[in-house]
């Protein structure tokens, strides 16, 4: 194998054109060279062999008893090459294989897992490894095909697609306003009468702050909290069954919010977002099982996009403002900027 390298190979493919076409000139136009480039690449393989392979004549070129035995045990080892070529080229345009894909908590919980059976009956040549965790950490070398995050991204060498940006909501279930009350300000969650669900940036191991955005006003609020979790899933069970508030974003709650299960407390404070990316290794040659599902991300997020947009319009009768957090912050993602 060291003996092989790129100008034996590339000798060896001019030299099975020229046995071919029987011409330096036509096997020259096969393989986008000139005739005297042809020329000179039988040569230097005649040289490194030692071996004279083509008799060179007015009319036609030849092979030597030599060239013609090497053209034919060459011939098999071109065409594996061949071969290899197009399968590599075919299984990128291809759904098929193992997916491996890093995922938010919460977002695999509440989007991604309805809809799975959709895009796996779709897809029948993949094969999924979904697994969630609080930060990217080496995609690459993690053996990782993608990642979806909440937060925005750090300077990074990943593709980094902005899919959405979500409202954060602070909410709480009835059988906590009955015992608690219902908290009429922001300002009232720092009232030892409150217990709030803390979460744990996963960047920094410390809770995160909570704040509330309305127009250009931004309050942040130092809130009391018994509890604190690091899954999002977590949170959203201990706040269903009532113990205390939690800010989570607004993605796939219809269901609680318009149950009753859960109780925006501070609608006139609608404003603060939180964005959702797609991470993935490279722009050029993506595997089309990975456009795949950046697809059916997509596609998934647009209906729950639309239903919290419509509910949004009409609990304020407002735009969806642009914008969100630079620091990385946000309770109800578990999520880190940091796709490092």
Same mark, same amino acid.
């Given at each position: 194998?060291?003996?092989?390298?790129?100008?034996?190979?590339? $000798?060896?493919?001019?030299?099975?054109?020229?046995?071919?076409?029987?011409?330096?000139?036509?096997?020259?136009?096969?393989?986008?060279?000139?005739?005297?480039?042809?020329?000179?690449?039988?040569?230097? *393989?005649?040289?490194? *062999?030692?071996?004279?392979?083509?008799?060179?004549?007015?009319?036609?070129? +030849?092979?030597?008893?030599?060239?013609?035995?090497?053209?034919? =045990?060459?011939?098999?080892?071109?065409? #594996? /090459?061949?071969?290899?070529v197009e399968q590599t080229a075919t299984s990128q345009q291809a759904v098929r294989g193992r997916l491996r894909v890093n995922v938010d908590p919460l977002f695999s919980r509440m989007t991604l897992s309805p809809k799975?059976?959709?895009? *796996?009956?779709?897809?029948?040549? /993949?094969?999924?490894?979904?697994?969630?965790?609080?930060?990217?950490?080496?995609?690459?070398? +993690?053996?990782?095909?993608?990642?979806?995050?909440?937060?925005?991204?750090?300077?990074?060498?990943?593709?980094?697609?902005?899919?959405?940006?979500?409202?954060?909501?602070?909410?709480?279930?009835?059988?906590?306003?009955?015992?608690?009350?219902?908290?009429?300000?922001?300002?009232?969650?720092?009232?030892?009468?409150?217990?709030?669900?803390?979460?744990? +940036?996963?960047? %920094?191991?410390?809770?995160?702050?909570?704040?509330?955005?309305?127009?250009?006003?931004? !309050?942040?609020?130092? !809130?009391? #909290?018994?509890?604190?979790? %690091?899954?999002?899933? %977590?949170?959203?069970?201990?706040?269903?069954? $009532?113990?205390?508030?939690?800010?989570?974003?607004?993605?796939?709650?219809?269901?609680?919010?318009?149950? $009753?299960?859960?109780?925006?407390?501070?609608?006139?404070?609608? +404003?603060?977002?939180?964005?959702?990316?797609?991470?993935?290794?490279? =722009?050029?040659?993506?595997?089309?099982?990975?456009?795949?599902?950046?697809?059916?991300?997509?596609?998934?997020?647009?209906?729950?996009?639309?239903?919290?947009?419509?509910?949004? %319009?009409?609990a304020r009768g407002s735009p969806v403002r642009k914008g969100g957090p630079a620091t990385g912050k946000r309770n109800g993602a578990q999520p880190t900027s940091r796709p490092a």
């Amino acid at each position: 194998m060291d003996d092989i390298d790129s100008g034996l190979v590339s $000798g060896l493919v001019v030299l099975a054109a020229v046995a071919d076409a029987r011409n330096f000139g036509r096997a020259g136009e096969r393989l986008g060279m000139t005739q005297s480039g042809v020329s000179k690449a039988i040569a230097k *393989l005649e040289a490194r *062999l030692g071996a004279r392979l083509v008799h060179r004549t007015s009319r036609a070129v +030849d092979l030597t008893d030599e060239g013609r035995a090497l053209c034919e =045990r060459a011939a098999q080892h071109l065409a #594996g /090459i061949s071969e290899a070529v197009e399968q590599t080229a075919t299984s990128q345009q291809a759904v098929r294989g193992r997916l491996r894909v890093n995922v938010d908590p919460l977002f695999s919980r509440m989007t991604l897992s309805p809809k799975l059976s959709a895009f *796996l009956q779709r897809n029948p040549g /993949i094969e999924l490894r979904l697994e969630t965790r609080d930060r990217i950490a080496d995609l690459v070398s +993690d053996g990782f095909d993608l990642a979806i995050r909440f937060g925005e991204p750090m300077p990074s060498a990943l593709i980094a697609r902005r899919l959405l940006e979500a409202r954060i909501l602070t909410v709480a279930a009835p059988a906590y306003i009955d015992r608690h009350g219902r908290p009429s300000e922001p300002q009232d969650l720092a009232r030892d009468a409150h217990q709030c669900i803390l979460a744990i +940036d996963p960047s %920094t191991g410390r809770p995160f702050e909570w704040e509330f955005w309305r127009d250009s006003e931004r !309050v942040s609020v130092a !809130v009391n #909290g018994r509890l604190t979790v %690091t899954d999002s899933g %977590t949170k959203l069970g201990v706040c269903l069954a $009532g113990f205390g508030i939690a800010q989570i974003i607004d993605l796939e709650l219809d269901h609680y919010l318009n149950s $009753g299960a859960l109780i925006d407390l501070f609608p006139d404070w609608p +404003d603060e977002r939180f964005p959702l990316y797609v991470y993935y290794a490279s =722009r050029n040659h993506v595997p089309a099982k990975v456009r795949a599902f950046i697809d059916f991300i997509v596609a998934s997020l647009s209906t729950a996009i639309g239903a919290a947009s419509t509910r949004n %319009t009409a609990a304020r009768g407002s735009p969806v403002r642009k914008g969100g957090p630079a620091t990385g912050k946000r309770n109800g993602a578990q999520p880190t900027s940091r796709p490092a």
